[in-house]
């Protein structure tokens, strides 16, 4: 063995760990190599022990116990660990309808929820305002909690649906800009949300992570997302992804090499072409607001940087069924931190951190088409820091510092989908 080129390949599983007899199993799922940078691919894990601190005659040490089953009478080897992934956000194309059997639905439905728009695009009838249009097809294509867009001006705007049930027109908060004029067309995206209500703790699917590479292989088995970092690099939207796995196993024997990686025929989602905006007035948080949803205006920051950090607190559901030495792992809490650097700082939020004041935040990418764009948002979002402690440590121009945090939101009208009042949204592009 000489060199290290390798993949990582990702498959949903049928059922948490993949287990056929009590033992995880690659048997049935379908592997796809992911395009995502090489260094943080590794053979993942620690092996699980049980010390011995027994009574000695003597200064030595025991071997100790592996935490382990036994199969054929032997025991079975088993480690635990995370898995890391580092890629862009390069979406579908014009010709995916959405990412059900795509390599980013896979990865993001581990952590969240999904709701796909009944529609791919929709070209708007009649703009009544910056906050409600007529649709062409019906109303209810647009789910009440989803994000959507359109190209106005040339460049790359989103909002969210409030309510797709006013006499036939939809609602959206925050406003879009006064570019919202004529027939635009209307782009329908796909949204990962975190669940709230019924649907608390609850994820699409787990994962199961292929690592191939000259002479390894090694599978991880009963992944969920532990922790999901947006930022930038020189423009383009990268996601740095955690994955806790119940199991890791390795099958060095049948090592055939790293694998092609497979790509979408999107566009890698750049911080260009699009708005950071945050709304004017607070939306709706601690009550839900009923057969209304906010129609709020819009605050449009320049911001030249940001950081966007989701941390799941994955709690295991114990047993001693299996090796897995649990269920299932669910998601018992969740903490989102959005750090927004202003190079032209914004007076009317000076006040914010101590009003405790919310807002809705939202932040766009580019290009924005068939199958391409993306945005996320945090309906209701506070403040940890104050606003109008500037920096001017780089010696060249004032920024202003923010730190946002989601809060409680309760400004979308009920829909049959879950998505609706949301605390964090993250949509991409979905084509025809």
Not at 107 to 132: K, M
Not at 267 to 285: E, K, L, N, Q, W
Request: glycine share 10%; with cysteine; proline share 5%.
């Amino acid at each position: 063995m000489s060199v290290t080129h390798r993949s990582i390949s990702v498959a949903t599983e049928g059922s948490f760990g993949s287990l056929v007899d009590g033992l995880p199993s690659y048997s049935g799922l379908t592997y796809t190599s992911i395009p995502c940078e090489r260094d943080p691919i590794i053979v993942y894990g620690d092996v699980v022990v049980s010390e011995r601190n027994d009574a000695r005659d003597g200064t030595y040490s025991l071997p100790p116990e592996p935490d382990t089953v036994w199969s054929g009478g032997s025991r079975v080897r088993r480690r635990t660990g995370t898995v890391e992934i580092r890629l862009d956000l390069t979406t579908v194309g014009s010709s995916v309808n959405n990412y059900s059997s795509n390599y980013l639905g896979e990865l993001l439905g581990a952590g969240f929820l999904t709701q796909a728009g009944l529609t791919h695009s929709d070209a708007v009838t009649s703009v009544v305002d910056v906050n409600n249009f007529t649709p062409t097809t019906t109303s209810t294509n647009y789910v009440t909690g989803s994000i959507i867009g359109a190209d106005l001006g040339g460049r790359a705007e989103y909002s969210s649906v409030t309510d797709n049930n006013v006499s036939g027109d939809i609602s959206v908060s925050p406003a879009f800009s006064s570019s919202f004029t004529g027939t635009p067309t209307m782009r329908l995206l796909q949204t990962w949300y975190c669940p709230t209500r019924d649907n608390l703790g609850t994820t699409q699917h787990s994962l199961s992570f292929r690592v191939d590479g000259v002479d390894f292989r090694s599978y991880a088995y009963g992944c969920r997302l532990e922790s999901m970092t947006l930022s930038l690099d020189n423009g383009r939207v990268m996601a740095d992804l955690v994955y806790q796995a119940a199991i890791i196993q390795d099958d060095h024997g049948n090592a055939v090499g790293p694998v092609e990686p497979s790509y979408n025929s999107g566009a890698p989602c750049f911080f260009r072409g699009s708005y950071v905006v945050i709304s004017d007035a607070a939306p709706t948080s601690l009550t839900d607001v009923g057969s209304t949803g906010d129609t709020l205006g819009r605050i449009s920051l320049d911001v030249e940087d940001f950081t966007l950090t989701i941390t799941n607190t994955l709690t295991p559901i114990g047993h001693s069924n299996s090796i897995l030495a649990m269920r299932d792992m669910e998601v018992s809490d969740v903490d989102v931190e959005l750090s927004l650097t202003v190079t032209t700082p914004n007076t009317t939020i000076n006040n914010d951190f101590f009003n405790r004041q919310l807002r809705q935040v939202l932040v766009g990418f580019g290009p924005i088409a068939a199958g391409q764009g993306g945005a996320f948002m945090l309906p209701a979002a506070y403040l940890t820091n104050d606003p109008s402690k500037y920096d001017p440590s780089g010696n060249d121009i004032v920024r202003q510092p923010l730190t946002y945090k989601m809060s409680r939101f309760g400004g979308d009208v009920a829909d049959t989908f879950d998505v609706y009042n949301s605390p964090f949204r993250l949509a991409l592009g979905k084509g025809s």
